[in-house]
């Protein structure tokens, strides 16, 4: 992978903000989510443009 090739259109959980999120049971409820870290199912999802995007969010959470 190039130095300057950066991730993009990071998918996150919509209550803790991870990447781990997986079609819940393979769309067969329509399009929903399960957060492999917190087990929340969902519709919603979040999605950041880049890793900076992602991190900038997670510190504003933390309220540092």
Do not use: W
Request: proline content about 3%; aromatic content about 8%.
């Amino acid at each position: 992978m190039k130095k300057d090739k950066q991730l993009k259109d990071i998918e996150v959980c919509s209550n803790c903000f991870s990447p781990r999120i997986v079609p819940y049971m393979g769309y067969e409820t329509g399009k929903r989510f399960i957060c492999q870290d917190c087990n929340h199912i969902s519709v919603v999802t979040i999605i950041f443009e880049n890793l900076d995007e992602l991190v900038k969010a997670l510190k504003n959470k933390r309220g540092d």
